[in-house]
């Protein structure tokens, strides 16, 4: 039986999860050792670091893109490994992101994902028998699978057989049995806070005479002898269970001691719990993230520390294929989640959570509790947002803005953040891309309440959007607002010229004369961006970042801006995808210019790497159409008298089941097939080969 207040606890849990990321991927191994972390930083009560924008980390990735199995092939029954392992081969970019590429045969995760690219399939492409014991038992087999938990709340055997189907298609042994613990401690804590009590149903659904359960019961043998000092257990895990007696980078039972020890010293405190797990060193961020979504769904949100929630600012971002699915607003895919667990429940979903989350759009309800969904401030010495209940233009909650004391000419703007680059971040973990959240085209709308306390004159905003390159804000008209009243506002994205936006929301500014200033309140609540978008892409505007043109995530070859164009060398079959993850019927158009090579494709409707339509000029005097599913097949062709060093514009067109090619105005290919119904955009090449991209459009039909 799903539990009624399931979807807060999927919420507490993934931010759980991702705070214990946060706090621990700074001090990782192996430059920080535990001695190292003792004797920086003592004992641990915050994040150790400050980030402009907390960059992707392999811990979220795999939960993240590896559940997408139930929407791409499991959709009606229990997955299997094959299932998870298409979706390693879908979402990932070979050798960038998504997790640790560090060479075959020395990351588990490389070694699985080459076995599979190579024909073995999951799960002996985790298998022991294939890659050995040391490999097999990385620590790789517990820290992707904390949403298998999640999706089956109060089920811990059904959410071990999820998290053992998922990790075999890269570990086995020990690694497999880590996956097993963690996701039936997951599932258990939706019914109980007690510690003890889930830490046994994780314990129930492994082998007693495994070593995992051999070193958590000493880690609790150890406890009720020595309960008042972690670092004494600590002690104790490196003498009897340390990495100096099991090989490899990062192996699962030590880092299982830890995460057993941090949840029995932590004694059913979040906080303290993944402090505990960060302090404890060997693979930090893994641990402390695992037990993060252990005592995250266990505490509920009232147990996180606004110091750990604040700057996670219900937002994260991944380094997938997908640019768009790469940006995360936590709230919404907290919903997701749940829709989910109850589907594989095969219980009735409650019509208000089916009601508020809407794929493929911005949907921002405010109703989960202290739900802030990446909205931001630009000015904190003037405005300071935060969730609030006190008022709501529906439901019960809404984001509370106030403003203190300003006058004539102040501003502070007030906005969602659809779309990030290189500078947005502090680091390069993961090499994270993206694609806008937000397009050209569409409408946004919101209902904004006015709670003015003081000033002569009340107070207005204007809507905007902001241009990612060049900086500059398209402004909307003013609207002053209505003093205790709700009022509508919306407006329709203007065209950006072939820039992306990576700002979109409200002015606030004062009208107030010097005295007195204004001060007090504004509600917005049922922030939507939605419709169907118009919008041009010019490299002129454009950059390269992590390694990207923007917004494309490139798979294979080298990608560059060279005169007003994304330009492509290489020698083996390569693509860029972009766009909305969930277009469905829409158009796109390329001007390629082919320098060498016999394929010159563009993409549509691809779901990633393995799924998609790709058509364009192809051999000698042709053009094609493929579809790619797990390997390309050649759908339909005819005769085209293209030539190289010439540049043609290409137009792919999909609507209902039937795709379209034309070359410059004139329709050259069509033909129907209904395998894919929705998915992004690009470029492509099946072989070796030059090209030069420019003048991209797209418009949704």
Request: hydrophobic share 35%.
């Amino acid at each position: 039986m799903i539990p009624s207040n399931y979807l807060e606890k999927v919420y507490s849990g993934y931010l759980g999860m991702n705070i214990g990321i946060r706090l621990g991927a700074p001090v990782e191994p192996t430059i920080w050792t535990y001695e190292r972390i003792k004797n920086t930083y003592g004992e641990i009560n915050d994040y150790v670091k400050e980030f402009k924008n907390f960059a992707a980390d392999d811990d979220a990735n795999g939960p993240y893109y590896f559940l997408r199995a139930l929407y791409d092939d499991a959709v009606d029954r229990d997955i299997t490994p094959n299932d998870v392992a298409r979706a390693w081969l879908n979402y990932a970019r070979e050798g960038i992101g998504m997790f640790w590429w560090g060479g075959y045969g020395v990351s588990t995760e490389h070694t699985a994902y080459i076995n599979l690219k190579n024909g073995i399939p999951a799960p002996q492409s985790g298998s022991i028998e294939q890659n050995g014991l040391i490999i097999a038992e990385q620590i790789g087999g517990q820290i992707f699978i904390d949403t298998w938990g999640l999706v089956n709340p109060g089920n811990p055997k059904k959410a071990a057989d999820f998290g053992e189907a998922a990790a075999r298609v890269s570990h086995d042994g020990e690694g497999v049995l880590g996956a097993r613990f963690l996701c039936a401690a997951i599932a258990k804590a939706f019914e109980t806070s007690n510690i003890h009590e889930i830490i046994e149903a994780g314990l129930g659904q492994i082998p007693q005479d495994s070593l995992y359960a051999q070193v958590a019961r000493a880690v609790l043998a150890f406890h009720t002898q020595h309960p008042d000092d972690f670092r004494e257990c600590r002690d104790m895990l490196e003498r009897d269970w340390g990495y100096d007696k099991y090989k490899g980078v990062c192996h699962i039972i030590p880092n299982a001691g830890v995460c057993v020890l941090a949840m029995i010293y932590g004694q059913g405190d979040f906080n303290r719990t993944v402090e505990i797990a960060t302090m404890c060193g060997w693979d930090t961020d893994c641990n402390a993230g695992n037990v993060g979504t252990v005592l995250g769904v266990a505490c509920g949100l009232e147990g996180i520390a606004g110091k750990y929630r604040k700057p996670i600012n219900d937002s994260i971002v991944m380094s997938g294929i997908s640019g768009y699915l790469n940006i995360l607003d936590i709230p919404t895919y907290a919903k997701e989640l749940a829709i989910l667990g109850y589907r594989l429940a095969k219980e009735p979903c409650p019509q208000q959570l089916l009601d508020s989350f809407k794929e493929g759009e911005i949907y921002f309800d405010f109703e989960l509790p202290g739900s802030t969904h990446n909205i931001r401030v630009s000015d904190p010495f003037f405005c300071e947002a935060r969730h609030s209940t006190e008022k709501a233009s529906r439901g019960t909650g809404s984001l509370e803005v106030i403003f203190d004391r300003m006058t004539r000419g102040e501003k502070s703007k007030v906005f969602y953040k659809p779309f990030y680059t290189r500078a947005d971040f502090s680091d390069e973990r993961y090499s994270p891309t993206f694609a806008p959240r937000v397009y050209s085209g569409q409408k946004v709308s919101m209902h904004i309440y006015l709670d003015q306390w003081g000033g002569n004159e009340t107070m207005g905003i204007a809507p905007y959007v902001r241009l990612a390159k060049s900086k500059k804000e398209l402004v909307q008209g003013y609207v002053k607002l209505v003093d205790q009243e709700w009022i509508h506002v919306e407006f329709d994205i203007p065209d950006s010229e072939g820039e992306l936006i990576d700002e979109v929301g409200i002015v606030l500014e004062a009208y107030s004369t010097r005295k007195p200033k204004s001060l007090g309140r504004v509600f917005i609540d049922e922030f939507r961006i939605y419709g169907k978008s118009a919008y041009s892409i010019d490299f002129g505007k454009q950059s390269s970042d992590f390694g990207c043109v923007t917004p494309f995530a490139h798979n294979h070859g080298a990608w560059s801006l060279v005169d007003g164009a994304m330009y492509l060398m290489t020698a083996e079959p390569s693509e860029a995808y972009t766009g909305n993850y969930f277009s469905r019927d829409y158009s796109v158009s390329v001007k390629i210019n082919p320098q060498i090579g016999d394929s010159h494709l563009v993409a549509i409707r691809a779901q990633g790497a393995m799924r998609g339509y790709h058509a364009g000029l192809d051999g000698k005097g042709q053009v094609a159409l493929y579809i790619n599913d797990f390997g390309y097949k050649k759908l339909a062709a005819a005769s085209y008298p293209w030539q190289l060093n010439q540049e043609y514009d290409l137009t792919l067109t999909a609507q209902g089941n039937l795709i379209t090619l034309s070359i410059d105005g004139q329709q050259v290919l069509q033909h129907s097939d209904d395998t894919w119904s929705y998915g992004m955009y690009g470029v492509s090449t099946l072989g070796a080969a030059r090209a030069y991209y420019s003048d991209i459009r797209v418009t949704e039909i």
